[in-house]
């Protein structure tokens, strides 16, 4: 079985699965940003794989198609934020008009945003204005850097706010995926 996840939330994988993470195959942040990258990028981490697990949102419109060939699964969800919270959840913040985050978003911020959708500052601001807040979800698991908030902040121009979470649903999810 082939494991392949988005590096943007490399530690809730490895807090999860322990030593099994060491098998995972980890593919660049942003590559969602170019669907013809993140399409080669997925074909590339499942060549010659009878079954593959990917730890992954339906951030490719032929994410199923592609691993279906392969035997494969992801995690439920429409993108990534959704193996972490609950409909619930997840609909509150919305309702809040919060984008929500991990800590890998805001530690791969620049490669998201920036380089991989080329955004500049007012591209960030014209986005993010839709937003009230944005919601990191702070699951513990290494610290949150105030620098690099105050830096996501000054290039986005909208309120961060951090939320402590467990990752009990993620980790539910997980388990289901990985039978």
Not at 109 to 137: C, H, K, M, P
Request: glycine share 8%; proline share 3%; net charge negative.
């Amino acid at each position: 079985m082939k494991i392949i996840g988005c590096q943007v939330f490399q530690s809730e994988v490895e807090e999860v699965l322990g030593a099994k993470a060491n098998d995972v195959d980890w593919l660049s942040p942003g590559l969602h940003a170019d669907l013809g990258l993140l399409k080669s990028a997925l074909d590339k981490a499942v060549a010659g794989a009878d079954g593959v697990t990917c730890l992954y949102g339906a951030c490719h419109p032929q994410i199923d198609d592609l691993l279906a060939e392969h035997e494969g699964s992801r995690l439920p969800g429409k993108d990534c934020i959704a193996a972490f919270l609950d409909d619930k959840e997840r609909r509150k913040l919305e309702d809040n008009k919060a984008f929500v985050m991990t800590p890998g978003w805001l530690k791969h911020w620049r490669e998201i945003f920036q380089d991989a959708l080329s955004w500049d500052e007012v591209d960030a601001r014209q986005n993010f204005g839709f937003y009230d807040t944005v919601v990191i979800l702070d699951f513990g698991l290494e610290p949150i850097d105030d620098m690099a908030v105050l830096e996501f902040f000054e290039f986005i121009q909208t309120p961060v706010e951090i939320i402590q979470c467990k990752l009990d649903y993620f980790r539910k999810n997980i388990e289901q995926l990985m039978g």
